[in-house]
């Protein structure tokens, strides 16, 4: 197994599953509220604008001042963007694929 295959074990698989399953946007409220701390839904919140800025090609400091991660972490993101394992990218081209202007920059 790869290091880059090594964080996936069974109750990751199982997590992701049960993350399929959800049928509408209220179910997955539900589910990540009662998963999550505040802070990490705001944290992936977070992350998930900054890779739709990344994506529509704001500039670091401008990702910074509007959403308030640090460049630390946007340089982070953009390198799992550009060289992860493209679930970002999947994730934008769907929303886009689904809805034109769901892919548009964030408020």
């Known amino acids: ?13 199982e997590l ?10 209220d179910e997955a409220s539900a589910f990540f509220r009662d998963l999550c701390t505040l802070g990490e839904l705001h944290d ?4 998930w ?12 400091a401008e990702i910074s001042s509007r959403t308030g991660a640090s460049t630390a972490t ?3 993101i953009a390198q799992w963007l550009h060289h992860g ?3 970002y990218a999947q994730a934008m081209e ?3 694929s689904s809805n034109p202007t769901t892919g548009d920059t964030p408020r």
């Open 94 to 96: 769907r929303l886009r």
């Open 44 to 47: 992936m919140a977070q992350r």
């Open 16 to 25: 992701l599953a049960a993350v399929l399953r959800l049928e509408s946007a």
């Open 1 to 13: 197994m790869s290091s880059m295959e090594a964080w996936r074990n069974e109750e990751v698989d």
């Open 49 to 60: 604008a900054v890779v739709r800025l990344l994506d529509a090609g704001m500039h670091y």
């Open 85 to 87: 394992e493209g679930g």
């Open 74 to 76: 946007i340089t982070r």
